[in-house]
């Protein structure tokens, strides 16, 4: 089943807890958490969604490569500068859905276009 989102003015919150209920198959009748639905998620627009000032300033995204003093922090309107609104979206939806061995595949079936 094909799914086809319009992020304009839309929180990306919002948007990504929609995305994460239709990639797990939570609004089906044969949901198993073990099983992966047979969707295709398409959203855009990304860059039009609608941010919060107070959240582009303080919410930061950590990063770390394992090696001494290589911890990241960038907030949000730097990766919104550098990467622009469908990484936001893309971490957003990845960090709802569970962390198990299903989890890229799930987030392989998103496609989030400008």
Excluded: W
């Amino acid at each position: 089943m094909k799914y086809t989102f319009d992020a304009t003015n839309k929180k990306p919150g919002r948007l990504a807890t929609e995305v994460a209920v239709l990639l797990m198959g939570k609004n089906r009748a044969d949901f198993a958490k073990n099983k992966i639905p047979d969707v295709e998620i398409e959203v855009t627009n990304a860059n039009l969604m609608s941010f919060d000032a107070n959240k582009l300033r303080d919410k930061t995204y950590a990063s770390h490569s394992g090696y001494p003093g290589s911890l990241k922090l960038p907030n949000m309107q730097e990766v919104l500068d550098k990467k622009g609104g469908k990484e936001i979206l893309r971490r957003a939806v990845l960090g709802m859905l569970p962390k198990n061995k299903l989890r890229p595949q799930m987030i392989k079936r998103v496609k989030i276009t400008d």
